[in-house]
């Protein structure tokens, strides 16, 4: 039997739907408009369709947002004082700072210099630290909308073996700490690897919930998916392809056709895990405005 397929475009919208409900009932209570900066440096065109792609997104849910655009060339001191004018901006409830940044920046130093309050992104340290220990936090808004994806599509990874491949600091690491977690929606069994393990397949057979997260097209063949497993894609790449318009079309990490063929569950990509990305991203908008009102009673 083919896999089913789930949508990540249909999710999401249910998905910004309640957050746009929450953003008029916080507007109504005499509450703020949800703010959001987006900040973008340098001019790679893929980054740009994503900013743009969340301020349209935004929009629609009665989100504030604004883009911010730095020359690639923009000094690391400079960044810096833009986020400081960010973070003191009552018109910004979210602060999120679009990477990868230019080699001569250091991404780390930028990340901590975002107020933890704005950090819709759920990447700064303080942030991805009390998500680790089980405190609230910002949930990093990928691993979040794979969560999403299970969850609302009836995969409940408590008690399952969750093998994700990839092991960076905005997917594979948080990921693994947001599904191991004793609470709801986590309580999973988790396993991560990367491109350098060892017998890679005998492990990514196991998973009863494999998670692609490598960036590496068609990484995941069919040899090393179990019958019935869920697979949930998270690489989004551009490979050439001259039968386009644009020239090229956008791909996962995991070998489509050859693994839906014998998936249980599968996300595609392009609309998968990635319209769920910037969905909670809103969401933790929206939740960051609510904090503010909070912090100010
Ligand atoms: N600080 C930071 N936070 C991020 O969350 C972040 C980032 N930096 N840097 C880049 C990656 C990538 N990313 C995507 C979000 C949505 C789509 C998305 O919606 N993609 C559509 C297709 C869009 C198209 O057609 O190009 C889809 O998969 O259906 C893709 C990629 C967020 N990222």
């Known amino acids: 039997m083919p896999a089913r397929v789930l949508n990540g475009n249909e999710i999401a919208a249910d998905l910004r739907e309640e957050v746009a409900t929450g953003v008029a009932d916080l507007v109504a209570s005499g509450g ?3 703010g959001l900066a987006a900040v973008l440096v340098g001019n790679d065109p893929a980054s740009g369709v994503y900013v743009r792609n969340k301020g349209r997104a935004c929009e629609e849910a009665g989100i504030f947002s604004e883009i911010f655009y730095m020359p690639a060339h923009v000094s690391q001191a400079n960044l810096l004082s833009l986020i400081d004018q960010l973070n003191q ?4 409830h979210g602060i999120l700072v679009q990477l990868p940044l230019p080699g001569h ?3 780390a130093t930028v990340i901590e210099r975002v107020n933890p309050v704005k950090d819709v992104d759920g990447l700064h340290p303080i942030s991805q630290g009390r998500m680790l220990q089980g405190e609230p936090a910002f949930l990093p808004c990928t691993p979040s909308g ?3 994806v299970l969850l609302r599509s009836g995969y409940d990874p408590a008690g399952q073996h ?3 491949v990839g092991r960076s600091n905005i997917v594979g690491k948080p990921l693994a700490a947001l599904l191991m977690q004793r609470s709801a929606g986590g309580n999973a069994t988790v396993t991560v690897c990367h491109t350098r393990t060892r017998d890679l397949p005998e492990i990514t057979r196991q998973a009863d919930i494999l998670v692609a997260a490598m960036g590496v097209p068609g990484a995941i063949s069919a040899d090393m998916v179990r019958d019935g497993a869920v697979v949930i894609d998270v690489g989004i790449n551009r490979v050439d392809d001259a039968t386009r318009r644009r020239g090229y079309r956008l791909v996962g990490d995991v070998d489509y056709e050859a693994v839906a063929a014998k998936a249980e569950a599968i996300t595609p990509v392009p609309g998968g895990i ?3 990305t910037i969905a909670v991203l809103l969401s933790n908008t929206l939740e960051a405005a609510r904090r503010s009102v909070d912090a100010n009673r």
């Open 32 to 34: 703020p408009t949800p």
């Open 89 to 92: 901006d009552t018109r910004f």
């Open 274 to 276: 990635g319209p769920m």
């Open 105 to 107: 920046i250091d991404e």
């Open 162 to 164: 969750v093998v994700i």
């Open 146 to 148: 794979v969560q999403q």
